[in-house]
């Protein structure tokens, strides 16, 4: 075999190692487990974050510890955005999804706003918020 084989070769080998490692990895990942049902997110994250982001047009914050918390609730609100689609509480994947990413996009158009101390910004982000919200609970509010 000359040169050019054993490199080929080699390559070849490389690929196949990492490909095994990666399967191997692929394999050991954890599923995730909820813990909350849909209504306890509701009313521990999602409710209080997107509360705490619409008082920010009536009550700006003014200094940097009032800045960081906004950036807080931002985070809270983009991760529950995220939250709403593991396991099985994504059923109906359309409307769900969609508006599970349009809240995680909001949080994270929030958390952009807060570092850029935006509070216009923020106010518009509300109404992404709200129509992901409404959008949702046309489908699936739960009685």
């Known amino acids: 075999m000359g040169r050019l084989g054993e490199r080929r070769r ?3 080998l490389v690929a196949a190692g990492a490909l095994a490692l990666a399967g191997a990895a692929a394999a050991q990942v954890p599923k995730f487990k ?5 209504t306890r997110l509701m009313q521990v994250l999602v409710i209080p974050s997107s509360s705490a982001l619409f008082d920010v047009a009536r009550n700006p914050p ?4 009032g800045w960081d918390e906004v950036a807080r609730q931002a985070v809270l609100l983009g991760e529950s955005g995220n939250l ?3 396991g099985n509480r994504a059923e109906d994947s359309d409307v769900w999804a969609a508006t599970s990413l349009r809240l995680a996009e909001a949080g994270a158009r929030a958390l952009n706003a807060a570092q850029e101390r935006d509070v216009d910004a923020i106010t ?7 129509e992901a919200c409404e ?3 046309e489908k699936h509010w739960i009685r």
């Open 84 to 86: 709403l689609l593991i």
């Open 10 to 12: 080699s390559h070849l």
């Open 135 to 137: 959008s949702c609970h």
């Open 34 to 38: 909820p813990v909350a049902s849909i």
């Open 62 to 65: 003014t200094d940097e510890r």
């Open 124 to 130: 518009d982000v509300g109404n992404q918020i709200i």
